[in-house]
């Protein structure tokens, strides 16, 4: 289940980028199912009663926005609420009382409890979880912000409102569906040098920490984020 949520995700990316670069309400329709079946697909294997009573729900209003010429003015909103959802769900690791979420990740690869860490790396955990959340929230603010003044069916020309600045749907759509990635990607890969360089020895390369992480196995990621 988790490839094909994956494959869903990128073909919602691929189908979002193309429909804002093409200004096609076709692919923007595309898009916004693709979305829906990404939400709902592990529900509905599940066989979740509200998963299938919604499905059929987000579809005809798929449709709705559709035939109305307004398939694509979701979209301006998925990378907002998607970004600022999982800062959220890093920040609220931070509370007292609670691991951070990174902690609990790294003391999944060592196989032990998070209070068991070494206090350096509890430290750096904690910081760490911070950054995420820092970096995933200003991100929301940003794709926010270009979606607003997004020309020339952004979120404030919808509403009738002369934004200030503007930028074309592509220039959002290539910061929104493509640069989101780079910058998450980008941040994974130096916090990965900085902390071979910090606590050397524990990973004997990049690929090494990624099968590492692949290897806690789906459900350890579906736990770690509720």
């Known amino acids: 289940m988790l490839i094909v949520e994956v494959l869903l995700a990128i073909g919602y990316a691929v189908f979002a980028h193309l429909a804002s670069a093409r200004d096609s309400d076709v ?25 299938w009573l919604a499905l059929p729900l987000l579809l005809t209003g ?7 010429g307004h398939a694509g003015l979701p979209l301006l909103l998925v990378p907002v609420a998607f970004v600022g959802l999982i800062a959220w769900m890093f920040g609220r690791t931070l509370r007292p009382g609670r691991a951070p979420l990174i902690a609990r990740i790294v003391a999944a690869l060592d196989r032990v409890e998070p209070a068991r860490l070494p206090p350096d790396l509890r430290a750096y955990t904690r910081g760490l979880t911070a950054a995420w959340a820092l970096l995933l ?4 603010l940003v794709n926010l912000t270009l979606a607003l003044i ?3 069916d952004g979120l404030l020309p919808a509403l009738g409102v002369q934004a200030p600045v503007s930028i074309t749907r592509t220039q959002w759509s290539w910061f929104a569906n493509l640069c989101n ?18 606590f050397p ?10 099968r590492r992480l692949a ?3 789906a459900p350890f990621w579906r736990d770690l984020l509720r």
């Open 27 to 51: 692919l923007a329709l595309a898009a916004l199912l693709t979305l829906v079946l990404l939400v709902l697909v592990s529900p509905l294997a599940a066989r979740r009663r509200w998963a």
């Open 150 to 152: 997004a020309a020339p």
């Open 137 to 140: 929230a200003a991100l929301a």
């Open 181 to 198: 990635y780079g910058i998450v990607g980008g941040f994974f890969f130096g916090e990965y040098l900085l902390r071979k360089r910090r």
């Open 201 to 210: 020895g524990r990973y004997r390369s990049f690929a090494d920490f990624l």
């Open 62 to 68: 798929a449709w709705s926005l559709f035939r109305a």
């Open 215 to 217: 290897g806690l196995g």
